[in-house]
């Protein structure tokens, strides 16, 4: 028996993952579950939907479709609990430095709550801190709407433009996509990420530098694609507006690192502020969300923030038998580290949510795609599956064949609005008809007997139907949880984005790692530097592999360059 009054980190040190008394349990029940059907579970228990769904606020889950019991259930909330998983929940909600690989703070929840808890974290003072950026951002966000905050030249601004990559970009330029619904008529936003100079040049071509606002943002404001285009975004401007000056009215920074953005050229008092322990994927909901205040409005943004608290409040209150975050985790657990799955597909049934994918990829697995354990161990498990996915019905006509027939077992998530903002004909109902047939096709399949005897009754001569109909079967019994929502508006959307934050978060603590550090993007900066010199420097060409060697000399003979 564990001793209660350890800290969770120490807690975690003491047992390695598989020695856990829940894991091993799990392991003879997978053996016990190798042959279980859903279709036969349905057909047993015509309550499974009811013992196998969850509803919190505007949000229904149904994970009735996936190969478990009751039992598994049980046994997966044991495991949670024998890892730990609440205390390091609320070490976390405490401002305890759970990032133990950067000794930092992981409050991002105290960004969205109303009533920020009274701590003081590297510092700062979060209560007083979080309300004053808050206010300053309000404040700017409705001078720009109102006219009030104009470019140089005396023009109301019209279009934002957001300089950032990873974190800096995803989230916001995901939130905005999907609630392009409530998107203030006056303003345009956009989003350049890529050091590809097609990015920023394809944007700024249908841009007036005098009504053009850019945020710059970078937690580090370090970051090499954002600090380049940043540098050619100012050079576009000037060269129209010819006048420094002109910076200070188009150009606003959200980072931790005032010093860098002064040096940059922005005046701090065009610069909001957000700190060490917000982790880049997890910042939309600070200073990194100006764009999507920009873009649908101070009160919306705070009904996002309100729809993420209350995600947050579920989290640290629902039994884990009856928490949404809590059971999508642990079903990643099942279907990972016991049936040996090694990707997760993901299938909103929304157009506006089609950068939840690429959002979710950064949040998934920038943050659990790690092999070290907190006990400093190469883990001997699989840790983050390969996320991937597209909106449906796209996907349906694209890869859903590896998903119906392909040799690989797939979870999945769908998602669906019961209604949509901009009905047309009867096309909603046909989306949602599409994303329920797709979860029954999955769950039913369609067996050999049947497909041989349709292509009988539609005149095959039994020979043919024979030979053709094994490649019609789908094997069915495959799994996938449904998300369904009213409506996307500001709210359900910070549930949802909450709900996928927290899941990562709880398979994090099962697995052992520190969900909140990203050593792996390092190595390729760092050799990043050496080889832009080589490019274009004979000098410089230095040691490399002799793949690497070939590329650069390649590039340099195409260039006229001596190699
Ligand atoms: O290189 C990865 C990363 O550090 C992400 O974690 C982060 O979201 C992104 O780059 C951008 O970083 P920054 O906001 O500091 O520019």
């Not at 995803?170 to 409530?182: I, S």
């Amino acid at each position: 028996m564990i001793p209660s009054k350890l800290d969770p980190i120490q807690r975690l040190l003491m047992t390695p993952l598989k020695h856990l008394p829940a894991w091993k349990s799990l392991e003879q029940h997978y053996k016990a579950m190798r042959a279980f059907d859903m279709r036969t579970a349905f057909r047993k228990n015509p309550q499974r939907f009811e013992a196998l769904s969850l509803r919190c606020g505007d949000l229904l889950l149904d994970y009735s479709k996936n190969r478990i019991t009751s039992e598994t259930m049980t046994q997966l909330m044991q495991l949670a609990r024998e890892s730990g998983l609440e205390d390091t929940r609320d070490a976390m909600c405490r401002g305890e430095r759970i990032n133990f690989t950067e000794q930092r703070a992981v409050l991002h929840t105290a960004l969205r709550a109303p009533v920020r808890p009274p701590l003081i974290v590297e510092g700062v003072e979060i209560e007083h801190e979080v309300a004053t950026v808050l206010k300053r951002m309000q404040r700017f966000v409705e001078s720009v709407h109102n006219g009030s905050w104009l470019g140089y030249t005396g023009k109301p601004i019209r279009n934002v433009v957001n300089i950032g990559i990873g974190g800096s970009d995803l989230g916001p330029a995901m939130v905005c996509v999907a609630l392009d619904h409530y998107a203030v008529e006056s303003i345009r936003v956009h989003f350049v990420s890529n050091l590809d100079p097609a990015h920023l040049a394809s944007t700024l071509a249908t841009l007036d530098p005098e009504t053009t606002l850019f945020i710059v943002a970078s937690k580090t404001f370090t970051t090499l694609e954002t600090l380049a285009n940043a540098n050619s975004a100012k050079a576009w401007l000037l060269a129209a507006l010819r006048a420094p000056a002109a910076v200070a009215r188009h150009f606003v920074a959200l980072s931790t690192n005032a010093q860098a953005v002064e040096a940059f050229g922005i005046n701090p008092t065009n610069m909001f502020i957000f700190w060490d322990w917000v982790g880049g994927r997890d910042s939309l909901w600070s200073a990194i969300g100006l764009s999507i205040a920009l873009q649908i409005g101070w009160g919306n943004f705070q009904a996002l923030l309100a729809g993420a608290h209350a995600m947050d409040l579920h989290f640290k209150e629902a039994p884990l038998e009856a928490n949404m975050p809590v059971i999508l985790g642990m079903l990643g657990i099942w279907y990972s580290n016991f049936w040996g799955t090694d990707t997760y597909g993901i299938f909103p049934y929304d157009q506006r949510l089609r950068l939840l994918v690429p959002f979710l990829q950064q949040l998934d697995m920038e943050s659990n795609g790690k092999n070290v354990s907190r006990a400093n161990r190469l883990v001997n498990y699989n840790t983050g599956p390969i996320v991937w996915g597209a909106p449906g019905t796209n996907g349906q006509h694209a890869f859903f064949e590896l998903v119906h027939q392909g040799t690989r077992l797939i979870p999945t998530d769908f998602l669906m609005a019961a209604v949509n903002h901009t009905p047309l004909a009867d096309q909603h109902e046909w989306l949602l008809a599409n994303c329920l047939a797709q979860t029954e096709a999955l769950l039913k399949g369609k067996s050999r007997a049947v497909i041989e005897a349709e292509l009988i009754a539609q005149g095959m001569s039994s020979k043919a139907a024979k030979a053709l109909a094994p490649h019609k079967v789908f094997p069915g019994n495959r799994p996938s949880n449904t998300l369904l929502y009213q409506k996307l508006d500001p709210h359900t959307l910070g549930m949802l984005l909450a709900l996928y934050e927290h899941k990562v978060f709880v398979q994090g603590v099962i697995w052992q790692i520190n969900s909140f550090d990203q050593w792996g993007v390092e190595l390729g900066k760092q050799l990043a530097p050496p080889i832009r010199a080589a490019l274009s420097s004979v000098r410089a060409i230095g040691e490399h592999d002799g793949s690497t060697l070939g590329l650069i000399t390649d590039i340099r003979r195409r260039r006229g360059l001596s190699t």
